[in-house]
């Protein structure tokens, strides 16, 4: 004798894990049983065991425990029975704000500024303001930040003004050069990245024009590399003097002290600022005098010169550039130029008769004395330039001749 028998009850597993209002306590489950009980009628068990409500609080997933023993077809007078709920893990921190509309949600994160005011509540990720990961940040909706205009903020500024304390809207965010994922704000930007101020230009003026007025000011005129230029007053190897173009413009018109006074008083400006920068040589200061101002001057004159901006500055704070090392360094350039002179002229005077015997006379007589430094082995002779071609053609024989590198003083 076989006896069928069918299940009194159907039992089903309730899933609640990602349900938002999960009940407190029997009525609770009572009223959400009432809510879904209909639906629930009309899932078919012998299709699948597993069926997924979306209700407004969240999905809700009912499990047919014994699917294969359930009624093909389920109705209003099919008994149940719930054999289990698995509920979400118990969360230590709730967020607040969803607690405050009945929702049970993990908050990993805490507002800033409400821990400051020892009102520390946790906010999930939905309730949490994160304005920028850069600064790890986290603020409630209250406590979000605004940027000047009144809009919502979009990032903190971590620029030279702000760092990092303001935050900015996308309207007001400026990324940093070539680097389009931070930014600044537009203040910040711009004194950090000032743009050049050649017109039409759209580059960052990263030099500052060191040419100084009267009173020892910087121009500071903002210049891109291209725009600006670079005096090598401190020789090729030295990060040369940043200067404006309408400084460079001006350059060749200064007098000669002017010209001296400038380097002088830039490298005082750049030893203000701690880096350790000296004067240039007398031979470089008579070099620059020659690139400007196609202005040549014996050694003991330009010392004369450097000395006269030396006074003149006398009591100002530029004075300290010229230290008791520079004092040192001015004497010994003075005493080889002496020796250098009287050297060169020897040399040149052997260089005449030897231009002279090769029957090169006109270019013998054209030619006169300019400057020589024993450090290099170099001697400077002054040629017309109707003479140039001829010169060139000869420099190398001179040069071997003498044994030191023969060359026309460009001036
Ligand atoms: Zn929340
Ligand atoms: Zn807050
Ligand atoms: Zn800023
Ligand atoms: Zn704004
Ligand atoms: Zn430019
Ligand atoms: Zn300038």
């Known amino acids: 004798m076989t006896e069928v028998r069918r299940p009194a009850v159907v039992p089903v597993q309730l899933d609640l ?12 489950y009572l009223e959400l049983w009432k809510l879904i009980e209909p639906t629930v009628h009309t899932l078919q068990p012998q299709v699948k065991d597993t069926w997924r409500l979306d209700l407004p609080d969240g999905p809700l997933t009912v499990r047919f425990v014994d699917p294969a023993s359930a009624p093909a ?11 289990g709920v698995v509920e979400p ?21 805490v507002c800033s500024q409400c821990r400051e005011a020892k009102l520390p509540d946790p906010l999930c990720d939905d309730h949490a303001v994160i304005v920028d990961l850069n600064f790890g940040r986290v603020t ?8 000047e205009c009144g809009e919502a903020g979009s990032f903190w500024c971590g620029g030279p003004r702000c760092k990092g304390a303001r935050a900015w809207c996308d309207r007001h965010r400026k990324a940093l050069p070539g680097n389009a994922d931070r930014a600044y704000c537009p203040q910040c930007h711009d004194r950090r990245f000032p743009a050049c101020a050649a017109t039409g230009c759209a580059s960052t003026g990263s030099m500052s024009c060191e040419h100084t007025d009267a009173a020892g000011r910087s121009c500071a005129r903002r210049q891109c590399l291209r725009h600006g230029f670079r005096w090598q007053v401190y020789g090729p190897r030295r990060t040369g003097l940043a200067v404006c173009q309408e400084h460079r413009a001006g350059l060749a018109e200064l007098g000669r002290a002017e010209l001296i006074r400038q380097v002088v008083v830039a490298t005082a400006l750049r030893r203000g600022h701690g880096s350790g920068f000296r004067l240039p040589t007398l031979p470089a200061f008579r070099h620059m005098l020659i690139n400007v101002r196609r202005d040549p001057v014996d050694i003991p004159a330009v010392a004369e010169l450097v000395d006269a901006v030396r006074r003149d500055l006398a009591g100002t704070p530029h004075a300290a550039v ?14 080889t130029a002496a020796q250098d002179r009287e050297a060169g002229l020897k040399h040149f ?3 005449r008769q030897y231009l002279r015997g090769a029957g090169r006379t006109k270019l013998a007589e054209q030619m006169t004395y300019a400057f020589f430094t024993s450090r290099s082995n170099l001697l400077f002779v002054r040629v017309p330039d109707d003479f140039e071609k001829q010169f060139e053609a000869y420099a190398r024989k001179m040069s071997g001749f003498l044994s030191m590198t023969v060359k026309r003083e460009n001036a």
């Open 140 to 147: 409630c909706r209250r406590h979000r930040p605004r940027c």
């Open 17 to 28: 894990r990602e349900f938002r209002t999960v009940p407190d306590g029997p009525d609770g």
């Open 349 to 351: 005077a052997r260089l």
């Open 89 to 109: 893990p118990v969360i230590r921190y709730k967020c607040a704000s969803c607690a405050a509309a009945k929702i049970t949600r993990y908050g990993p994160f």
């Open 73 to 83: 077809r389920l109705d209003r007078t099919t008994p149940f029975a719930v054999r």
């Open 322 to 335: 010229f230290d008791e090392s520079y004092g040192r360094a001015m004497r010994a350039a003075i005493e």
